[in-house]
C-alpha cells in the first residue's frame, strides 16, 4: 500500500480553482512529510480518478509544482518529489504547534503595531477630526481636471518621472506657497510626497540618528512621537502655552537637540498659534545649536481672522527649516498628496530618501492637481471653504455653549480644523469619549496627548467634515453621552 492511499485527500469544493486545491495537497503531502524527496507522485491519471477532477487540472497542478521546485520529471518514468529537498524538509519538519516556539517579535513590531491602533475611524462620526467637505462646485471642477489629465497622458505617465515630483506641479506649488504663506523657495526645493506625515517621516529619517535628542510640543501630535519612535531618536517633552511652544523650556531641558518637531500656526491639538516673539526665539535657538526646524503647517489655509499667519520658513529664509504641507486637508484626505520645502542643503539628499521609499509620487495624481491649481480652482475653492468652514465652526461652539455649557467649555480657535471642548466637572475625558462612542460620536480625550506636562482634560472635535445643520444633532448624543 502506497502513500497515495493512506493520505487523506478530499475532493475539490465549489467556489475556488480546482487546480489551486490540487496544487495545494500535493504539496501538503509533501511539506507534512507523507511525501519524501526522491518519492513518485501518483500519476496524472490515478489522483485524477481520486479526486473526481479533470486529468487537465492534475496536470496543470504538477506543472506549476515542477515550476516551483517543488517536483522534478524524469523522462519515461513519472513525476518525483524534488531532491534538492532532501535537507531543507529535515529542516523544515512540521512541529506539533504545542511544542513549537513562538516566533521572536521585535520591540519595534509591538510599537508600530499600536501606532496602527491609533488610525482614525473609516466612517464618517461627528465630529472626528480631519475631515473635510468638497462642494458641487469643486467636485465638477475636480471631475473636468481628471477629464481633461486623461485626455492628456504623455508618455511621462507611463515611465519613471523625478522622485521629487512632477516639475509644473512643484513650481505651481512654489508659486502658491510664495503668495499664501511666505515661504522663501524655488521649484528645485518642493518635495512632493504622500502628505505630511509622510514628509515628517523623511525628514526624521533623514536628520536623527538613534539617540538623538528632539523637542516635541507637549500635547502634541502622537504620529510625530511615533515617527521619532521609529528614527529610535529620543523625545524631549517641550510645554506649549496660549503663546505656542515655550522655546525656554525646551533649552533648558535639551540645549543640544539636534531638530524640533513643530505646529506654529495651528498648534495640535490645543490650536493656539505660536506668537512671533516664540518663532524668532525658535529659529534664533536652532541656528545657534545647530539645529534643525520641522514645521507642519498641516492646516495653514483656514484660518478665519484675517490673513494667514507667516511661516517660520520664511521669516528663516528657508536655511534651517523644513516646511511641510498637504493638499490631504485643503482638499480631501484620500488625495494622499503633499509636500515638503526643504532648505537647499538638503534638497538633493531627502529627494533621493524619497525615492528609495517609494520611488515616485503618482503621476496622474499630480496631474490632476496641477491643472486643478492652474485653472484657479483651488484657490477658488480654499475661498469657500474658509467661509464655510468658519460657519461650521460657530455652528459647533454655539450648539455646545447652548446644550453643554455647564459641563463643557469650548475654546473656538481662529484657525485650523477642530476646536478643544475643556471639561469642568472634573470628569476623564477618556471615560468621556467611550460614553460619546457608544452613542456614535468620535470626541477624541486629549489628555493622552500630553507626555510630561499635566493634562487638562478635554475633547478633540473636528467641525470641518460635517455641514452645520449637522452640529445640533452631533451635540444631543453627546449630550446623551455625558448625562448618562
Not at 518529489?81 to 517579535?105: C, E, F, I, R
Not at 521585535?106 to 465630529?127: C, G, I, K, T, Y
Not at 522663501?184 to 518635495?191: A, F, G, S, T
Amino acid at each position: 500500500m502506497s502513500w497515495a492511499d493512506v493520505y487523506p485527500w478530499s475532493i475539490p469544493e465549489t467556489g475556488r480553482p480546482v487546480i489551486r486545491q490540487v496544487y495545494d495537497q500535493v504539496r501538503g503531502a509533501i511539506h507534512a512529510g507523507a511525501l519524501r524527496p526522491g518519492g513518485r507522485l501518483p500519476s496524472s491519471r490515478d489522483l485524477a480518478v481520486r479526486l473526481g477532477v479533470a486529468r487537465a487540472s492534475v496536470v496543470a497542478a504538477y506543472d506549476q509544482l515542477l515550476a516551483e521546485g517543488y517536483a522534478q520529471g524524469r523522462t519515461g518514468s513519472g513525476t518525483y518529489v524534488s531532491q534538492d529537498l532532501s535537507g531543507v524538509m529535515d529542516v523544515a519538519a512540521p512541529t506539533p504547534a504545542s511544542a513549537a516556539a513562538p516566533p521572536v517579535v521585535p520591540q519595534r513590531a509591538h510599537d508600530m503595531a499600536a501606532v496602527a491602533a491609533l488610525a482614525p475611524s473609516l466612517e464618517p462620526q461627528a465630529f472626528s477630526n480631519g475631515r473635510t467637505l468638497m462642494d458641487a462646485r469643486a467636485q465638477d471642477a475636480w471631475s473636468v481636471s481628471t477629464r481633461r489629465a486623461l485626455r492628456t497622458l504623455g508618455p511621462a505617465h507611463f515611465g519613471y518621472s523625478d522622485p521629487a515630483g512632477e516639475p509644473r506641479l512643484r513650481a505651481a506649488i512654489a508659486d502658491y506657497l510664495r503668495a499664501a504663506r511666505g515661504v522663501v523657495c524655488e521649484p528645485e526645493q518642493v518635495i512632493v510626497t504622500a502628505g505630511a506625515q509622510h514628509a515628517v517621516d523623511l525628514a526624521a529619517r533623514l536628520l536623527l540618528k538613534p539617540g538623538d535628542r528632539v523637542w516635541l510640543e507637549d500635547p502634541g501630535y502622537a504620529n510625530t512621537w511615533q515617527a521619532l519612535l521609529a528614527a529610535q531618536a529620543q523625545g524631549v517633552a517641550v510645554p506649549v502655552d496660549r503663546a505656542g511652544l515655550i522655546v525656554q523650556a525646551g533649552v533648558a531641558a535639551a540645549p543640544d537637540a539636534k531638530a524640533v518637531f513643530v505646529t506654529p500656526s495651528h498648534q495640535f491639538p490645543l490650536g493656539v498659534a505660536m506668537s512671533m516673539g516664540r518663532r524668532l526665539d525658535l529659529i534664533a535657538w536652532a541656528r545657534t545649536a545647530g539645529a534643525w526646524i520641522i514645521e507642519d503647517d498641516y492646516a495653514s489655509e483656514f484660518r478665519y481672522a484675517g490673513a494667514p499667519l507667516a511661516s517660520l520658513q520664511g521669516l528663516d529664509g528657508g536655511e534651517r527649516v523644513i516646511y511641510v504641507g498637504t493638499f490631504n486637508k485643503s482638499l480631501f484626505p484620500g488625495l494622499r498628496l503633499g509636500y515638503l520645502v526643504a532648505p537647499r542643503a538638503l534638497t538633493a539628499s531627502l529627494s533621493g530618501l524619497r525615492r528609495l521609499a517609494d520611488r515616485q509620487p503618482p503621476t496622474l495624481t499630480q496631474a490632476i492637481t496641477l491643472d486643478f491649481m492652474e485653472s484657479g480652482q483651488f484657490a477658488a475653492h480654499i475661498r469657500r471653504r474658509r467661509l464655510a468652514y468658519k460657519t461650521q465652526r460657530d455652528a459647533l461652539a454655539e450648539a455646545l455653549r447652548r446644550r453643554l455649557g455647564h459641563v463643557l467649555e469650548p475654546d473656538v480657535p481662529d484657525q485650523g480644523m477642530h476646536l478643544i471642548a475643556y471639561l469642568k466637572d472634573g470628569r476623564s475625558d477618556l471615560e468621556v469619549e467611550a460614553r460619546a462612542a457608544a452613542k456614535g460620536v468620535l470626541a477624541r480625550a486629549i489628555s493622552p496627548l500630553y507626555h510630561d506636562a499635566p493634562p487638562r482634560p478635554g475633547l478633540l472635535m473636528g467641525f470641518t467634515g460635517f455641514p452645520a445643520k449637522a452640529m445640533d444633532a452631533g451635540v444631543a448624543r453627546l449630550a446623551a453621552a455625558l448625562e448618562t
